[in-house]
């Protein structure tokens, strides 16, 4: 459920309160309890293991209670708080990795206070693919929703050092497992890609920078190379126009904002965070802790609830692709 002070436990426990109306498959909600009596009065069951938690989630919520993280105040964030939040990471990535669970849907934490607790990784995305024995840059954050999908090439770092950490080898490295996870967990057969460009116009020809030349160009001619359909460096700005950004199944961004601000534009209410690259299925909604909000009943479970049905949608596309033929 992420930082018990944030909108995590609210979300959650509305997520199971529209489980039928979605479809929604068992899931339980790991961290502390009184993380969601604080802001629900509905039916909880408190279990201690999967098979507990499917066999009571028609009636209540599970919760997988971990510890007490102290006097909770929702949108005031304490370092037990993201203790706890680190200790349910690391046990839903437990379950998932031994398949007790077929997927980790993460809930929102705030990295400043996991930081305050030593935390080093920039996101859950990296902390997760160390615990997987996956290297952090072959973890890709992706953010998917039903209009757009959308990958962030560079990630948490400063927008200064954007131009040094991207490089050909970033680029191509991640177009390869963007393409490969579409395949795998979005049945795309033929992934089309488009890689935009990090200056004004994808650079106007070099009078407007260089990188489009120098890093992007030779980058999608390799990728095309290797029999990818990948078009770039084409300008951010029209890229995201409709009838543009339709005609492509996911757009690789150089930097997070250019990446998620149209997203979220799009898809602030159902948008989807996931990781490819992994052996376990990962998504989270797209949002942070919103501590500004938390607590008050205004959180939207929507990105929660599309966030559980593309982890369970996920599962089953890798579970098919491993089902022995007919
Ligand atoms: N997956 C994750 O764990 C993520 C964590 N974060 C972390 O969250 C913390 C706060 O980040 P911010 O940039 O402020 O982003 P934020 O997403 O927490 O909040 C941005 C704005 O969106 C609103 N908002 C967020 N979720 C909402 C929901 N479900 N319903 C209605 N309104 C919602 C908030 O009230 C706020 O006005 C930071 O520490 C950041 O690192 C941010 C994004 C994702
Ligand atoms: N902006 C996306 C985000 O912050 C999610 O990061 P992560 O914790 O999933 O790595």
């Not at 579409?182 to 795309?188: E, G, I, P, S």
């Not at 990728?223 to 990948?230: D, H, N, R, T």
Request: include cysteine; glycine fraction near 10%.
């Amino acid at each position: 459920m992420g930082d018990p002070a944030g909108v995590g436990p609210e979300v959650a426990a509305r997520a199971w309160a529209a489980r039928r109306e979605h479809g929604l498959p068992p899931f339980v909600a790991i961290g502390d309890i009184a993380a969601i009596d604080a802001v629900w009065d509905g039916p909880v069951a408190r279990v201690g293991d999967m098979e507990e938690a499917v066999r009571t989630f028609a009636e209540a919520l599970p919760v997988w209670h971990l510890e007490d993280s102290g006097p909770l105040t929702p949108g005031e964030p304490t370092p037990a708080g993201a203790t706890c939040a680190l200790h349910a990471l690391e046990t839903g990535i437990g379950l998932t990795r031994t398949q007790a669970s077929a997927a980790l849907v993460t809930g929102p934490v705030s990295k400043h206070a996991l930081q305050g607790i030593g935390y080093t990784h920039p996101g859950q995305t990296e902390f997760i693919a160390e615990r997987c024995g996956v290297a952090a840059t072959n973890a890709v954050m992706m953010l998917a929703g039903p209009a757009l999908r959308v990958v962030p090439l560079t990630v948490h770092i400063p927008l200064a050092e954007v131009p040094e950490r991207l490089t050909g080898e970033l680029i191509v490295a991640k177009a390869r497992i963007v393409a490969r996870g579409l395949r795998r967990d979005f049945a795309v057969a033929a992934p089309r890609l488009a890689i935009a460009g990090l200056n004004p116009h994808a650079g106007e020809s070099g009078r407007l920078g260089d990188e489009e030349i120098r890093i992007v160009a030779p980058a999608v001619e390799q990728l095309a190379e290797e029999g990818l359909v990948v078009d770039g460096p084409l300008a951010a700005d029209a890229l995201f126009a409709p009838g543009i950004r339709d005609q492509y199944d996911a757009l690789l961004c150089p930097y997070h904002d250019q990446a998620l601000a149209p997203f979220k534009a799009l898809h602030f209410h159902d948008g989807v965070n996931l990781t490819l690259g992994l052996p376990i299925v990962r998504t989270s909604p797209d949002h942070g802790t919103a501590f500004n909000i938390a607590g008050r009943g205004r959180a939207d479970p929507g990105p929660t609830i599309a966030a559980i049905a593309m982890a369970a949608r996920m599962a089953a596309a890798r579970e098919q692709s491993c089902a022995p033929a007919k």
